[in-house]
C-alpha cells in the first residue's frame, strides 16, 4: 500500500473536541511552533548559584556609558542588581536611627527577642539592620544582636501580640539566658528598609486576608473601594533606566534612584528621589524627552492620603528631582476618566501606551503649555496587571480580562485557540500576577500565569505573532526580559518553599527564593531532563469514517534529533470511545521505520520525549494505511 502524509497544522487547538480539531494538534507542552513544525523549546541553565529574597515580579536590563550591562530584579521583599556576574542588594531604607531601639525583651533558652523601638512602622517581614548594641542582653552578646534581621512578628510573644506599633520580634543568633526585658537596659540603633508586600496577588476574602498592619482597621486598602479593596496585590516593582542609572517605583510606594557611579559595594543602596510622589502604583521613563512618569500617584506631592489610582504626575524635562509644575518648567500632571485604576504602561512608536482597568490610552508629548496630550484608543479593553502588557517593534500585545489583544495603529482582540483553556482556568485572584515576556529570536510572545489549582505561576501560553498561532506549556516563570543587553533571554523562578542560601547573610529569613537562569541554552533544564509533547486531534481516513483502518507502519521525519522521541499512535472507533495506545514508538537517528499493528475509526499521533539531551523538531507523519472493515 502507498504512504499517506498526514499533515497537521501548526499551532494548538483547544477550542474544539479531539475528533473536531482534525489535522490539528490539541495539546503541547515544552514545545514551541518554528516554520510551521512542532520543535521542543531550548533548556536553561542558572546565571549564578545566588538566590534572592522572595518573588521576582519585574527584571529590567540596560547599559551604562561604558558599556556595561546591568540587571535589576524587584521582589516582594527586596531591590537588586546583577553587575559583573554578582547580585548586589541595593534596597532601600525608609528610616534611620541612633539610638532608636530603647530595649529588648527575651525568653529563658529562646532565640525570639522583642525590640522595643516606638513607632517602628514596619510590617510582619520587613527587614531591619541593628548596629551598635549597648551592651550583652540577657545572655545574648552585642555581636548575635547586630546585623540584619527579618521581623518574625509585630508586638509582644502575648497571645494575642500587644504593642504592634512600638515592638516588634526577631530571630537573635544565639539563646537568651533569662526571661524579661535587659537588665540594665540595652540600646542601640535601627535601620529599616522598605515595607515587604506578600509574594502573591490574593482576593481578599475579609478579616485577617493578607499581610498583617496592610492599613488602619476598619478601613480599606489605601486607594482602592469597592470590590478592589479586597484585591491584595502582591509586591512589584517597576523598573527603568534614566541614562546609565536605575529608576525603581515600589507599588504603592516611593520612587528611588540608583546611581552606577556609586558601585556595587555592599553597602550600595537606592535613594529616595527629592520631590517625587511618596506614593505611586508605577513608573517609567517617557522616552528621549526624558520625563520621570508616576501613574496613579499623589495629588499632593508628599500626601500619601491623596493617592488616585487614576491620576498621573510627571518630573521636568531632565530633571528628576523637580516635579512641581512652574511657569518655566515642563513638569505637570492629568487624570485619565475610562476606567477605576491605572494598570500599566509602555513605551512605543515614540509614544507611551497607558492601560486602565477597562481602557487604553495614548500619552505623547505636544510641548508647552500641556508638556503631554491624552488620547484614547480603546474602551473595553483594559489590561489585567502591571506587567502584563508588552511593546514589540512598536507593536503592543496584551491580556485582558477575558480575552487578549493587540495594538497596531488600531485595538485588535486577538483571535485565540487556547483562549477557554486559559481563561476558564487562570486564578482570578492572581491574574494580576500574570506577565507577559518577549522571545524575539523565535517571533513568541508568552504570557506565564497562575492556574485556578496554584498559589503561584504555573503555567505559559504563547503566540507566534509571526505565524498567528497559539501554544500552551507549564514552564513557570516570575519574570522575563529578552536577549539583547545579555546574550540569551534571562527570567527568574520563584519557589515559595525554597530555603537555599542567598545573596547575603539575614538571620531568622523565612522561605521564599527566587533564581536567574539564561534561556535557549543546550536541551535540558538546568542539568534535569525535559518532558516535551504534541499531541494531534483525531484523524480519520477514509475521511467518511465508515470503515476502519489499520496503520501497519510510518516513516519518522524528525530534524535535529538527538537522543531519543517516542511516538504514541492512539485509536478509538467513536468520538465518545476510549483510546487505545500503541507503542510508545522509540525513535533515533538511526531509525528507518517502524512497524505497528495499530486499528481503529479514529487516530491521533503523540509525540514526546523525556530524557536528558533530547532534541528534536517533527516534519511529515507519512503512515501505510488501508481500510479494515466496517465493524
Known amino acids: ?14 477550542q474544539d473536541t479531539p475528533t473536531g480539531a482534525t489535522g490539528r494538534w490539541i495539546d503541547s507542552d515544552m514545545v514551541r511552533f518554528r516554520y510551521g513544525l512542532p520543535e521542543k523549546i531550548g ?69 525570639n527577642v522583642v525590640v522595643h523601638d516606638a513607632s517602628h512602622g514596619a510590617r510582619e517581614g520587613d527587614f531591619v539592620t541593628i548596629a551598635s548594641v549597648s551592651g550583652t542582653v540577657n545572655g545574648i552578646t552585642a555581636a548575635n544582636l547586630q546585623g540584619e534581621f527579618e521581623i518574625t512578628a509585630l508586638g509582644t510573644t502575648a497571645s494575642p501580640p500587644t504593642d504592634q506599633t512600638n515592638k516588634y520580634q526577631i530571630t537573635a543568633k544565639a ?13 542601640a540603633n535601627a535601620t529599616y528598609q522598605v515595607n515587604t508586600d506578600p509574594a502573591t496577588s490574593t482576593a481578599g476574602y ?39 542609572d536605575l529608576i525603581a517605583q515600589q507599588l504603592n510606594g516611593g520612587l528611588y534612584y540608583w546611581d552606577t557611579s556609586g558601585g556595587t559595594g555592599t553597602a550600595a543602596t537606592s535613594t529616595t528621589v527629592s520631590n517625587a510622589p511618596t506614593q505611586s502604583l508605577f513608573a517609567l521613563v517617557s522616552g528621549t524627552d526624558r520625563h520621570v512618569v508616576c501613574f496613579g500617584t499623589e495629588t499632593t506631592i508628599g500626601s500619601s492620603g491623596t493617592q488616585d489610582n487614576m491620576f498621573i504626575r510627571w518630573c521636568d524635562q531632565e530633571s528628576i528631582n523637580e516635579w512641581t509644575p512652574t511657569a518655566t518648567n515642563t513638569a505637570g500632571s492629568t487624570r485619565l476618566t475610562d ?47 502591571l506587567n502584563s502588557t508588552i511593546d514589540i517593534n512598536g507593536t503592543a500585545f496584551w491580556m485582558g480580562k477575558d480575552s487578549f489583544f493587540m495594538f497596531d495603529g488600531s485595538v485588535q482582540k486577538l483571535r485565540c485557540a487556547v483562549e477557554d483553556y486559559v481563561f476558564t482556568d487562570i486564578s482570578e485572584g492572581s491574574q494580576r500576577d500574570t506577565f507577559a515576556s ?41 519574570s522575563w526580559v529578552d536577549k539583547g543587553v545579555y546574550s540569551d533571554p534571562y527570567a527568574t523562578l520563584y519557589d515559595s518553599s525554597s530555603t537555599d542560601a542567598t545573596i547575603s547573610t539575614i538571620t531568622g529569613l523565612t522561605a521564599g527564593r527566587t533564581q536567574m537562569y539564561a534561556q535557549e541554552t543546550g536541551n535540558d533544564g538546568d542539568g534535569s531532563a525535559i518532558t516535551a509533547f504534541v499531541e494531534s486531534g483525531d484523524f480519520v481516513i477514509p475521511e467518511s469514517g465508515e470503515y476502519l483502518m489499520s496503520i501497519k507502519r510510518f516513516i519518522p521525519d524528525f ?47 503523540r509525540i514526546q520525549s523525556a530524557a536528558t539531551g533530547d532534541a528534536w523538531r517533527f516534519g511529515t507523519y507519512r503512515a501505510e494505511v488501508r481500510q479494515d472493515g466496517g465493524r
Request: hydrophobic share 35%; charged share 15%; with cysteine.
Open 438 to 478: 518577549a522571545n524575539s529570536e523565535f517571533n513568541e510572545v508568552t504570557w506565564f500565569y497562575c492556574s485556578s489549582s496554584s498559589t503561584t505561576i504555573d503555567r505559559c501560553v504563547t503566540y507566534n505573532y509571526a505565524d498567528q498561532v497559539w501554544y500552551t506549556g507549564t514552564l513557570a516563570r516570575s
Open 43 to 111: 533548556g536553561w541553565e542558572k546565571v549564578t548559584s545566588d538566590y534572592l529574597v522572595g518573588a521576582a515580579r519585574g527584571i529590567h536590563a540596560w547599559t551604562s556609558l561604558d558599556g556595561s550591562p546591568y540587571l535589576s530584579a524587584g521582589t516582594n521583599k527586596k531591590l537588586y542588581v546583577y553587575a559583573a556576574n554578582a547580585w548586589y542588594d541595593i534596597t532601600p531604607t525608609r528610616a534611620t536611627g541612633t539610638g532608636n531601639i530603647t530595649d529588648f525583651t527575651t525568653i529563658n533558652t529562646s532565640t
Open 559 to 605: 530534524k535535529n534529533l538527538a537522543g531519543t522521541v517516542n511516538v504514541t499512535l492512539k485509536f478509538r472507533d467513536y468520538p465518545t470511545s476510549t483510546q487505545r495506545s500503541y507503542g510508545p514508538y522509540n525513535i533515533t537517528t538511526s531509525t528507518t521505520k517502524i512497524d505497528t499493528r495499530a486499528r481503529g475509526r479514529q487516530a491521533a499521533l
Open 206 to 244: 475579609g478579616w485577617g486576608a493578607g499581610a498583617w498592619d496592610i492599613s488602619t482597621w476598619g478601613t480599606s486598602r489605601a486607594g482602592l473601594t469597592g470590590v478592589e479593596a479586597v484585591q491584595l496585590d502582591s509586591g512589584k516593582w517597576s523598573l527603568d533606566n534614566w541614562g546609565e
Open 339 to 385: 476606567g477605576s485604576t491605572l494598570v500599566s504602561a509602555k513605551r512605543s512608536r515614540g509614544a507611551v501606551l497607558v492601560w486602565t482597568d477597562t481602557a487604553m490610552y495614548q500619552m505623547q508629548l505636544v510641548g508647552a503649555p500641556f508638556t503631554f496630550g491624552f488620547s484614547q484608543l480603546g474602551a473595553n479593553c483594559g489590561a489585567v496587571g
Open 1 to 14: 500500500m502507498p504512504l499517506v502524509d498526514i499533515e497537521v497544522q501548526p499551532g494548538v487547538d483547544k
Open 175 to 187: 539563646a537568651a539566658t533569662s526571661t524579661g526585658a535587659s537588665s540594665p537596659t540595652r540600646t
